[in-house]
């Protein structure tokens, strides 16, 4: 399986991110080079693809499915991709607090700690549903790792489309996610143009 080993805040500063948005609380202290090229649309729309790309963590031939997929769904094709994005299990485990890093969520899922309405899934692009219920394991829950997240569980905000129960260990999906719940700054439009060319 192939994945992307390069540094998270060399390719945050290459692509105008805070590493925030990834989880990470520290920033570069290096200085880079000011470039005052202007860029070509091409440039910009590709920066956009690579920003997205990076910050759920797939590779293209993953990522065009995605955009296939909303080409033939009803609704606006950028925005509906983002949303399938956003619903990946991996993800979602992210937002509900239950990792740091959606990175993280990544190899928790791959390890096999999560339910999906009380079947064990082990598949990071897992897609969830509304009113599913994605819980940790029974047997993970006793681990130090889980017991420390919970803890933090108030310091995060949560997106109104996710309702969690930290007690429960679970997270119940009320609703798709919408375009201003997405926590980043990103130009779905310019993606969209990139693929249509």
């Not at 299990?89 to 239950?98: E, H, I, K, P, Q």
Request: proline share 3%; net charge positive.
């Amino acid at each position: 399986m192939a994945k992307n080993t390069q540094p998270v805040l060399k390719r945050c500063k290459a692509l105008g991110l805070s590493p925030a948005v990834l989880g990470y609380s520290k920033e570069t202290k290096r200085q880079g080079k000011q470039t005052r090229r202007k860029q070509s649309e091409y440039a910009l729309q590709l920066k956009e693809k690579q920003k997205v790309k990076f910050i759920y963590g797939v590779l293209e031939k993953q990522f065009a499915r995605y955009y296939e997929k909303a080409v033939g769904s009803k609704g606006i094709t950028g925005e509906v991709m983002l949303q399938e994005l956003e619903r990946r299990l991996d993800n979602v485990v992210f937002r509900a607090g239950f990792a740091s890093t959606r990175r993280e969520a990544r190899q928790l899922v791959n390890h096999g700690h999560f339910t999906v309405n009380g079947k064990r899934c082990d598949i990071p692009s897992a897609q969830v549903k509304v009113g599913d219920v994605v819980a940790v394991c029974e047997k993970s829950r006793q681990s130090v790792k889980f017991k420390s997240l919970i803890e933090e569980f108030g310091k995060k905000t949560m997106p109104k489309w996710i309702d969690r129960a930290p007690e429960a260990f679970e997270a119940k999906i009320a609703a798709l996610p919408l375009r201003e719940d997405i926590d980043f700054e990103v130009s779905e439009n310019l993606i969209v143009e990139l693929y249509s060319r």
